[in-house]
């Protein structure tokens, strides 16, 4: 066994039960998060490489055509819905890919993690999206999908579908409306919530300002129990 896949398998395995609440383990849990989500923004710095023209791919300046043939998004920001059983804040991050089609239209497909206020609510959506060019600045998202992974055993599996519209400038920002139905045991839960999101360059300034205050809070709330 290569010595990567057995540092994978250190980093990713359970922590040995020492007969400590998990409240006195938890920001060891936080630093693990932490450390997967930074893992994944420095990846997503690679999508800031210089565009190809000639292939017309447009990484943050998304266009209709002629001036872009592909353009990659990502978005996130915060949520507020009617989620009593589950809290009603969250925030959402999107990551994916587009290509127009016709000159009024694109078509792609992307990731959507989104979580909640209360402890242990997360899920992973996969998103086929629509959109429409209203102008070369102006433009209409809707994607449905299915999520499959989220909080509950097995984490992996079918949780419900996720579908959003919004209404995006320019890629900078957006204003998204989203419902999400959840299998729970004793029924379906759906939900429903608005919410705002940065895109482009102001993601990549409100990604890692979230996670300094969700690491922040996640402490000192450790501390505190």
């Keep these: 066994m290569s010595k990567a896949n057995v540092s994978f398998r250190r980093f990713t395995r359970a922590p040995k039960s020492d007969g400590r609440r998990a409240q006195d383990r938890f920001p060891a849990a936080v630093y693990?998060?932490?450390?997967?989500?930074?893992s994944a923004f420095v990846?997503?710095?690679?999508?800031?490489?210089?565009?190809?023209?000639?292939?017309?791919?447009?990484?943050?300046?998304?266009?209709?055509?002629?001036?872009?043939?592909?353009f990659w998004f990502l978005e996130s920001g915060p949520r507020l819905g009617t989620r009593e059983a589950y809290g009603k804040m969250g925030h959402v991050l999107a990551l994916g890919k587009m290509r127009n089609r016709q000159s009024h239209s694109a078509l792609g497909v992307g990731i959507e993690f989104s979580t909640g206020s209360e402890?242990?609510?997360?899920?992973?959506?996969i998103m086929p999206r629509y959109r429409r060019w209203l102008s070369q600045n102006w433009a209409a998202d809707a994607a449905l999908g299915p999520a499959v992974l989220g909080e509950g055993y097995p984490a992996v599996g079918y949780k419900g579908l996720s579908a959003m519209v919004a209404l995006n400038y320019r890629g900078l920002f957006s204003l998204n409306?989203?419902?999400?139905?959840?299998?729970?045991?004793?029924?379906?839960?759906?939900?429903?919530?608005?919410?705002?999101?940065?895109?482009?360059?102001?993601?990549l300034v409100e990604i890692p300002a979230v996670l300094a205050v969700a690491v922040v809070i996640a402490m000192a709330l450790a501390r505190s129990d």
């Design 32 to 38: 693990r998060i932490f450390s997967l989500a930074l």
């Design 177 to 203: 409306a989203e419902m999400e139905t959840r299998r729970l045991e004793y029924g379906t839960h759906t939900s429903y919530s608005m919410g705002l999101r940065f895109g482009s360059y102001l993601a």
């Design 43 to 70: 990846s997503s710095l690679l999508l800031l490489l210089p565009s190809n023209k000639a292939y017309g791919q447009c990484f943050w300046q998304a266009k209709p055509l002629p001036y872009c043939q592909s």
């Design 119 to 125: 402890s242990g609510l997360y899920r992973l959506a």
